[in-house]
């Protein structure tokens, strides 16, 4: 879709990034004496905060590589689902064993149509030389008013793309997305002896707030417990 300009006759005041239903739409708000709501294009007001759209962004890990980072589409079901299988069984900190994924195609696609068309949850991925290298995503705790400045955010990627600086890349940008969207306050879970991405999350300002002991239970009976973080943004 293309930029929104505005006549000539007015000088730039701000750029905002604002959200529609097919895309992110940059508007350029001009000032005179005064700038009335007219001048405004249309489609900004009627479609404003339709869905939460990430322009997409080329950037450089550790490696040299370039990493692709976009919203997450229905056209990645293929692949999302291969990935969370491989996840799953490189890390013991996710939430299932490999064989509990078993989306569909049909069903992951719904899922991701879903999540793009959210007004206030995102799904970020991140693509090296064509291949899914991870995901991060941001998720409301509840559309109450008591807790609609609550979110919840997640990251997970191959163990060969850790370490690259990928990571902490995009929780980054995901939380300014956040602050962005409206929420004061990021939360999230990291699993008993998850270290390298407990020490992420602090430097990038979370702090613990609670444990809670055998949050997960493995097959052969161990088990490992859930620190709580918490940021305001």
């Known amino acids: ?39 405004i294009p249309a489609i900004f007001r009627e479609k404003e905060r339709k869905n939460m759209i990430y322009a997409e962004t080329e950037i450089q890990l550790k490696n040299g590589c370039t990493a692709v980072v976009r919203n997450a589409r229905p056209e990645d079901a293929k692949q999302m689902i291969e990935y969370l299988r491989t996840v799953s069984g490189e890390s013991p900190f996710l939430l299932r064993e490999p064989d509990e994924v078993n989306f569909t195609v049909e069903k992951e696609r719904a899922i991701l149509q879903n999540k793009a068309e959210s007004p206030n ?12 290298a991870g995901n991060c995503s941001l998720a409301s705790q509840g559309d109450k008013r008591r ?24 929780l980054n940008t995901l939380l300014g997305l ?26 990038l300002g979370f702090k613990e707030y609670g444990f809670l ?21």
């Open 178 to 203: 956040a602050k962005q969207c409206g929420y004061t306050q990021a939360e999230l879970g990291v699993i008993e002896g998850n270290e390298r991405a407990k020490h992420v999350y602090e430097s």
């Open 1 to 39: 879709m293309k930029r929104q300009i505005l006549p000539q006759s007015v000088t730039v005041q701000k750029v905002f990034l604002a959200f529609s239903k097919r895309g992110a739409i940059i508007i350029e708000i001009f000032k005179r004496k005064s700038v009335e709501k007219a001048h």
């Open 121 to 132: 949850e995102i799904m970020l991925t991140a693509y090296v030389n064509g291949e899914l």
């Open 213 to 233: 002991p055998n949050s997960l239970r493995y097959s052969d009976g161990t088990t490992r417990g859930e620190h709580f973080m918490v940021k305001e943004l």
């Open 147 to 170: 807790t609609k400045h609550r979110c919840c955010v997640s990251i997970a990627l191959y163990e060969k793309y850790c370490n690259l600086g990928l990571g902490r890349i995009l």
